[in-house]
DNA sequence: GATGAATGAGTGTTCATTCAT
DNA sequence: TATGAATGAACACTCATTCAT
């Protein structure tokens, strides 16, 4: 199942018209915008970095915050695919009979996605609280479709007495609180820190297993 | 007990070298760093903002930089000081027999403080990864100091039997990102949603008690 | 023999590569730095002056230092060119049978080359005292290169026995003192006074030439 | 006959009015006027380096320009007061019977000046280009009453048969020109080689007197 | 007399963007 | 399509100077 989980990749195999001059724009500003952020980054040293001319930039995005939304917002959609479509679509079919291996098999995906855009992650997460559109994209498509398919699940799963009866939106705050989480200490705060993935995964399973058991 | 939690009027009180002008700079500047972010905001802006000159600001502070700094700065030590000190203090005395209840006494004060500081938390939160030296501040105040005291804590709960018995640290992580993401969820990411503080809170809090309790 | 003794021109000449608006740069530049000197010329006024936008001198020099460097630097070898090759050569090829016939022939071309370029000529000697990289430049190239073929000159004048036997570079300094001294005098200290030139220089000749004889 | 031959001291001594704050202003803009020019000094610069507060600058001297006024002008007429009653009386009655001695005399008194008053002398030489007011006064005060003296002085000299028959004016510039040929060589361009000056200032007095001896 | 906070015009420099080539 | 010279507004910061204390 070899899924092709890069963002990157996925774009410049899709989109043929790319130049190389422009993917070679794109990467030069994914690498600058997620580590010094879009305001501090100049469109001069995007240029540099891409070994183009400034004028170039130009002509394929009018604008600076063209270059960022045609990198933010194609990964919106790659962000929410898997979820909406694949996803769902399993569970349904009884693939995961279980919640734990739903959210086993989820977590294991996030990551790999994860691992392979970091730097388009950070750009999103970054630059989301300074650009009011990017939050508006992010709700509609996240937090509205992501979330109500997640509510759904949450309900099918409690129908079949897997998880406790509490509003299945609480169920899925916390499960994704949980997992990002793990996810944000893990690759964002202490990425350095020496960390057995495995069971840390196992735990967070654990954890939030117990946390929303139907049980007690 | 009506801790003194905003910041910034304890900040005010306690230098009382502050010129009138130089509280409204401060002011400007966090609201104006807040909503746009510290690159994408001139200090010009600021200085208007705050009805002074520009050159004003930089008889205060001598980089915008410095500005950031005496912002933040003092963030981070107030932003720690109750757990390392007070709360500590407390469990020890047995004032909190149960982690439940330290929890939602944690809980309560916390989503306080939140509340009155908000500004300067985003601040602290966004640009955070655009500053190595906040960085390593973050990392030296909370994440090591902060984090130590909280697995000193679970440990204490975890031989009272209170606790599951699995590695402190990860105890910690779990009940931090529980509690983070939701408050981070309910003012940052949807504060203008429709929230039922005092459930969800209730919720929260029962969600981590079961995902760590020792019974199962 | 109408060599090109104009740095400017040759420098206009010999670099294509330079826009127009490069040479209005440097010619405003010149004209504000040696009028008002280098520190209190503001690249506004040079920019305004010369005609262009004020960002379009910092896109050809990276900084008003570099425009200041770039102005006097090919000054320099300029500068000295003419003795460290040409002159010498001439000397030692009995061009200059006397060393009244070779100090007359070095007046008449320094006092040609001082009057196509006495802007740079004032830029140099007046930025010299505050840049210390200006001092160390002009120490390895005149006072060290130019000041070294002229003790050899002296000492191939005083063997021929028309030169007085003290040491050379005193003998240099003295000619070199009496010559640019009515330069100074005549183009720094006094331009507008009303001079006769041939007799001046003449007279000057003459005063080194009995400074320095050998006969007494 | 120890004369008082610093202005510093001198100006310090005469004006009791200067209070001590005064008086380290003026030093301390001397000493960064000298090394960094007028134009490249601030006022608080020399605020700081004064140890006053940079309003004080202003209750003494309206403006930067009238502090570098206050401090170069004393200077013109302490450059000229001895040239044009001390020594000039001095050889009119007959103090110095040789062209030769009244040299020798005013060598020695002049570097004796000099090394007293070398920051002062820098600044007013620095200067003199930038500010026309300085220019004038350089002109009337140095360049017309002692160059008269010396024209007068040199007309004695040539009545006496000791000197060569020349314009006067010329006797005086080829003069002027080698001793202060000698002492910038000695003191501004080379002050860190090892100068024998005895040596120097006997060759240099050899050289002017050749230069306009009567003899040849 | 002395202070130093305050000023706002001015500084050198960077910026996103345009456009002739 | 790509270039890079040119722009001028905006930037962070400095300056000489003022004035209430």
Not at 42 to 58: D, L, P, Q, W, Y
Not at 180 to 189: H, P, S
């Amino acid at each position: 199942m070899p899924e092709q989980d890069s963002i990157l990749e996925g774009l410049f195999q899709e989109e043929e018209r790319l130049t190389e001059k422009q993917k070679k724009i794109i990467m030069a500003a994914i690498e600058s915008f997620s580590e010094k952020g879009y305001a501090a980054t100049s469109t001069s040293e995007i240029a540099k970095k891409a070994g183009v001319a400034e004028g170039t930039i130009f002509r394929h995005y009018k604008t600076k915050k063209d270059l960022l939304m045609g990198i933010v917002s194609p990964m919106m959609a790659k962000l929410i695919a898997p979820f909406v479509i694949k996803d769902l679509y399993k569970v349904i079919n009884h693939k995961y009979e279980h919640f734990e291996d739903f959210l086993r098999a989820m977590m294991e995906n996030r990551i790999a996605f994860l691992k392979n855009n970091m730097p388009l992650i950070r750009i999103l997460i970054q630059e989301i609280p300074f650009h009011p559109e990017l939050k508006e994209q992010f709700k509609e498509h996240i937090a509205i479709k992501v979330f109500e398919r997640f509510v759904t699940l949450a309900e099918y799963y409690q129908k079949k007495g897997q998880i406790i009866d509490i509003p299945a939106y609480s169920v899925v705050r916390m499960t994704f609180t949980s997992i990002f989480g793990f996810l944000i200490a893990r690759y964002l705060i202490l990425p350095e820190a020496d960390w057995d993935d495995k069971k840390e995964i196992e735990l967070t399973i654990q954890f939030i297993m117990h946390g929303l058991s139907a049980k007690d």
